[in-house]
Structures are given as C-alpha cells and as structure tokens.
C-alpha cells in the first residue's frame, strides 16, 4: 500500500518537475527567440547590462520608464513567482536543509539564468531579476519549511506541494484561456 502510494506520488512530482523546467527554460532563456533560432547567424542579439541594484524596479515603481502597470506587474512579480518552486525544490531534494546553501543554489541559478541571457543575446542582464529571483527562491524556502512544520512527514509535505503546484498552473493556463478566447486579450502572466 505505501509503496503504491510512494510511486504514485514520485510520478505526481517529477512530471511536475518536468513540467516546471520546461516552463522555467521557456520563459527565462527562450522568451524572445525559439530554441531553434538560437545559434542563427541572422537573428537579432539583444545585449543590455545594469548592474545598479534596485535601479530598474525603482524606475518602473515611480514611472521613469514609460511602460504600462501590467508590464511593471508582470515583470516584478513573474520573476519573483518562477523562482519560488525552485526554492522548494531545492529544500525538497537536498538532504542538508539549510537555508544558506539553498540560498546559495538559488543565486547562483538565477546569476547563471542572466549570464546565458548576455552571451546569447536575448534578453536584459540585470541585477534587480538576481534580486527578485533570490527574493522568490527564498520565498520558495520559506514555504516548504512552512509546510515542514505542519505535516511532519515528506511525503506529505511532498504531495501537498506537487497538488498546489499543478492546480495554479492549471488555474493560470485556465485564466489566460479564458481572457484570450472571452476578450480577446492577449497577455503574458509571466515575463
């Protein structure tokens, strides 16, 4: 019985994992050029580097960059809301639980995310997504700790997270559905 259950929830948690990179590669590495554009010769390369901490939330905050509410939203929270599941996946799959090392696993995941944005050219290189990224991985930490604290027992904690997780990606590709095909809204719910 257990076993059963254990396998059920091992499956449950790596498509969901899957799931996650693949959202994770297509919104931070592939958002402006396919995979298959990447090493063309004749696309556009994108480079652009700040490295002033909080310069770009505080332009977008107080209205120096001519940009909609929506886009500001999209930008600060998206970049704080992909790096949450990765905070708790850290914690999930580690056996040493400390929040330093997790940290640690999580800023230099997100300095790598800019990194690879600068060398192929798509997209901006800026101090503020390695801010927000950290801010959300520990987010992330905090909630499976949470979580840890409540049920006591990984496999539980394991399930509740795999269960939440594919309910607001469900929820999420429900929303953008909807607003697309009702209004004919097209938007992005994430960066």
């Given at each position: ?40 010769p ?28 929506i ?17 708790v ?5 580690k ?8 940290m ?44 840890s604290?409540i ?16 309910i607001?990606i469900l929820?999420?590709?429900?929303f ?16």
């Amino acid at each position: 019985m257990y076993i059963r259950q254990g396998i059920k929830s091992f499956i449950l948690f790596g498509v969901f994992l899957i799931s996650y990179i693949f959202l994770f590669l297509l919104i931070f590495i592939f958002k402006y050029v396919s995979p298959l554009e990447l090493f063309s010769p004749d696309r556009l390369y994108d480079r652009s580097v700040d490295v002033i901490p909080f310069y770009t939330i505080y332009s977008y905050l107080s209205g120096k960059l001519n940009v909609s509410p929506i886009i500001v939203m999209t930008n600060i929270l998206g970049n704080i809301i992909l790096f949450i599941p990765l905070g708790v996946y850290v914690q999930l799959l580690k056996k040493d639980k400390k929040i330093s090392i997790s940290m640690g696993i999580v800023f230099l995941t997100s300095v790598l995310v800019e990194m690879f944005q600068f060398i192929f050219g798509i997209g901006a290189t800026d101090i503020d997504d390695i801010i927000l990224n950290s801010l959300g991985g520990l987010i992330g930490i905090l909630v499976y700790r949470v979580l840890s604290l409540i049920f006591k027992d990984e496999e539980k904690v394991r399930l509740t997270i795999v269960v939440t997780g594919l309910i607001v990606i469900l929820l999420a590709i429900t929303f953008k559905v909807l607003l697309f095909y009702i209004f004919g809204l097209r938007i992005r719910l994430l960066p």
